[in-house]
């Protein structure tokens, strides 16, 4: 895996070590010796993970994460402290800044390049997941980013899975305060548990005694609905080569014991900030595909889904042999309904006629705003003698019950006129919609308020 690292440090030959080691396992790498040319770096896009001193003339290297993380632009770069310093209330001073990690020299080469190449993987899929979030602006989509950077990180839901209930218990105590913290000591348990129960973040204490800690991690990730939940282990002291495997299998964070209250607060905090961040991206993302398909006033689908979808279910029916119905249905006189009551008037009876086309047909039907007034509904596996009861049954209730406006101050009736054609042999999705167009435009002649079969 290939991800670009910037490594500032006003030192030359801890630049050069780092850079080396970084390198050797096929980095790209690029260098700032100050904290001013490491933010414009960081402003032009033009590194995937910082590797970060503290202790530099200019502008320490706190003060340097803090601009990053509170930058929009910036933010979603992971940031990794590697300083000399190794008091407990330093660290908790990097993570507080909003680091990812905080690594105090000398760092093992296997530690340092395992946790580069973890967060390289979770740089990647936040990557494409911004990316594709964001087109979203150009649809009306709010961008995530300056929600994510006001997020206190407080308020998770989290499982602390540990078959030691003291232990359990101890880092219940510690989080209990800002989050609301669940205890799982059956390790056998627990994957059932985290797939049902909707947690932030889940942390395993990887000194479980009849099971293998990193074997559940591993479920976690390889489940479709636990692969997103953030991960946080906790190990002794002289579990290094545990650890490493750990973050090569998708562990966001780990802490050894002894632990400090101040620096697992403060490693929580991070990781549901990134875990609720990633998840407003996935939502964005979701939405801006739902606007792509739908109608926005009716949430049935729009015409240019049904256009790419109706060709596929046409040839399906008639390749298997299925028969396959195609209802137009368009309310009538609809412009009076604008002329006398105004558009919000309007907007309100086809967003309720939606409902009632929702209401009528099966889930396996597909129903869409074609246009106006005008809608589609297609029917697999359904002949012209069933279309016909139901746009018959859907064209009495509409005329049978008003239509609420203007918040419940007044109702009109309102009538529909549906053209109905089923497929024929050799037909194409084009030919059925234009017989039951024709079919439309028969019974808006003849009167409106009627339904029309299509001539066999």
């Not at 630049?15 to 980095?27: D, G, H, M, P, Q």
């Not at 209330?89 to 507080?96: E, H, K, P």
């Not at 190449?117 to 964001?134: C, F, I, P, Q």
């Not at 961040?277 to 729009?302: C, F, K, P």
Request: with cysteine; hydrophobic share 45%; aromatic share 4%.
């Amino acid at each position: 895996m290939s991800a670009r690292i910037l490594v500032v440090d006003d030192v030359p030959a801890n630049v050069k070590l780092l850079e080396a080691r970084l390198t050797a396992e096929y980095f790209d790498v690029v260098t700032a010796m100050s904290g001013v040319d490491a933010l414009a770096i960081c402003e032009r896009a033009e590194c995937d993970i910082v590797l970060l001193d503290v202790m530099m003339p200019d502008m320490d290297g706190f003060e340097v994460c803090k601009r990053i993380k509170s930058n929009p632009v910036t933010h979603h770069i992971p940031v990794v402290m590697v300083t000399a310093l190794d008091q407990p209330s330093d660290r908790v001073n990097g993570l507080q800044a909003g680091a990812d990690d905080f690594l105090t020299k000398p760092v093992s080469d296997v530690a340092l390049i395992a946790r580069v190449r973890s967060l390289a993987r979770l740089k990647m899929m936040t990557d494409e997941l911004r990316m594709r979030a964001l087109t979203s602006r150009d649809i009306g989509i709010e961008s995530p980013e300056r929600v994510a950077i006001a997020d206190s990180g407080l308020q998770g839901k989290i499982l602390v899975v540990d078959d030691r209930p003291d232990s359990a218990e101890r880092i219940q105590g510690m989080l209990e305060k800002t989050h609301a913290v669940d205890i799982e000591t059956d390790p056998g348990d627990a994957l059932f548990q985290i797939a049902e129960g909707g947690y932030d973040l889940v942390i395993v204490s990887l000194g479980l005694e009849n099971f293998d800690a990193l074997r559940l991690c591993s479920q976690v990730r390889s489940l479709e609905r636990t692969r997103n939940v953030a991960l946080l282990v906790i190990a002794d002291a002289e579990n290094n080569t545990r650890l490493v495997r750990g973050l090569e299998i998708g562990v966001n964070d780990y802490l050894t014991r002894p632990l400090d209250m101040n620096e697992l607060l403060a490693r929580v905090r991070t990781q549901i900030k990134k875990k609720r961040y990633t998840e407003r991206l996935r939502d964005n993302v979701q939405m801006s595909i739902e606007m792509a398909i739908t109608d926005g006033l009716t949430g049935l689908y729009n015409r240019r889904y049904m256009e790419t979808h109706v060709g596929t279910l046409v040839e399906q029916a008639s390749s298997r042999g299925k028969a396959l119905s195609v209802l137009i249905l368009d309310i009538d006189y609809f412009k009076s309904v604008n002329d006398s009551w105004g558009h919000d008037a309007g907007d309100d009876v086809l967003r309720e006629f939606a409902l009632r086309i929702k209401k009528s047909i099966r889930g396996i039907d597909l129903a869409c705003r074609y246009g106006g007034e005008e809608f589609v509904v297609v029917m697999p596996e359904t002949d012209i003698a069933v279309a016909t009861m139901v746009a018959e049954r859907l064209r009495r209730g509409i005329a049978a019950e008003p239509f609420v406006i203007q918040k419940g101050a007044r109702a009109v009736d309102v009538t529909i006129s549906a053209g109905i054609a089923a497929l024929e042999l050799g037909e194409d999705a084009a030919a059925v919609f234009k017989r039951a167009d024709q079919a439309l435009y028969r019974a808006k002649r003849d009167g409106r308020n009627r339904v029309v079969p299509a001539a066999a």
